[in-house]
């Protein structure tokens, strides 16, 4: 399922995820707060069934799910680890599981750390200043999974 990330409801919903609350939220784009609540259970059915469909894609099997953070938290059947999908404003749906890599070789670490840094400010989370993405997820995803 295509996940629209501009779409108004999920700008609601990224507002929510961030702390502010469906009044705030109704207040500040000057609709009702019944509609701001139409529109967040509407975009949380999207977002479960997004994660749900990508775990099921990718072969995981779920355990845990948080459309109103957007995270699912799994186990990979053929790579036999822990894995975690979640919903980025500025990444869309990612997929993520458990390892560890030797990530100064890697092509994409740039890319890694950048999608790391930017998941854990969406969701208010601190991280500890490293240049290994691998204890970056590590620490980000113990975080995530508390959240659960």
Known sequence: ??????????GFWAMRRS????IAIANQLGISRQ???????LMDEKIETTLREMANANQIAIDK??????ILLGRSIPFQ???IIFVSEK???????????????CQRYT???????????????RLKKT???TKMAEELFVKVKAMV
């Open 1 to 10: 399922m295509f996940l629209p990330t501009n779409d108004k409801q999920f």
């Open 19 to 22: 702390g502010v609350s469906n």
């Open 35 to 41: 509609a701001v609540s139409r529109a967040l259970l």
């Open 65 to 70: 799910i948080n459309a109103g953070q957007g």
């Open 81 to 83: 680890t822990a894995a």
């Open 91 to 105: 990444h869309g749906v990612q997929v993520w599981y458990e390892h560890d890599g030797d990530c100064s070789t």
């Open 111 to 125: 890319e890694c750390i950048e999608l790391l840094w930017d998941y854990a400010t969406e969701l208010g989370i």
């Open 131 to 133: 240049a290994d993405p």
